[in-house]
């Protein structure tokens, strides 16, 4: 995969080969829990996604400048009533959204650093995926200051169910 993941939160997404993908409360190599979610994204959460509980966990998705993420669902949670709330941080990405099915027309928008996206209702289940990283700022982000190699931060807000 050339998106590298890690969560904070209660409950992280991961995937092995033994079990596939699940939400689980700890590290898999660490045994310690995610660390929390910080504060500034729960009040982002309390703001968009108009739903009265908070989110369970946060996908934290690490692409590099050559990284994309194929068009998918976000079918691993149970609760399809709580949106999913995203945020970008760092170089530009090329979005693109579906319906749907798998072969439903779709269009692509450029999601920029500070952008949030929230899929919720009948877009909770669309597919979506990001085809590229934009060269912009993809090695010199500007002002925010990430790792070397790391172009984008996605950071997904998620009720588990
Ligand atoms: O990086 C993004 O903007 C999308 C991430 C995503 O679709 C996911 O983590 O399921
Ligand atoms: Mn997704």
Not at 101 to 123: C, H, M, Q, Y
Request: hydrophobic content about 35%; proline content about 10%.
């Amino acid at each position: 995969m050339s998106v590298r993941m890690t969560n904070c939160g209660p409950l992280g997404w991961m995937s092995d080969k033994e079990k596939g993908y699940r939400y689980e409360p700890r590290h898999p190599l660490t045994g310690e829990p995610w660390p929390p979610i910080p504060p500034i994204l729960l009040e982002a959460w309390e703001r968009l996604a108009d739903y009265p509980k908070p989110p369970e966990a946060c996908l934290i998705n690490v692409y590099g400048p050559q990284s994309r993420m194929g068009l998918h669902q976000d079918r691993d949670e149970k609760d399809f009533s709580a949106p999913i709330v995203s945020f970008s941080l760092g170089a530009d990405c090329l979005f693109r959204i579906g319906g749907a099915k798998r072969g439903d027309p779709t269009i692509s928008f450029v999601l920029s650093s500070g952008d949030a996206l929230t899929l919720g209702g009948e877009s909770r289940t669309r597919f979506h995926g990001v085809d590229r990283i934009l060269p912009k700022f993809a090695a010199n982000h500007g002002f925010i200051d990430l790792p070397a190699g790391v172009a984008r931060i996605n950071l997904t807000l998620r009720r588990v169910g």
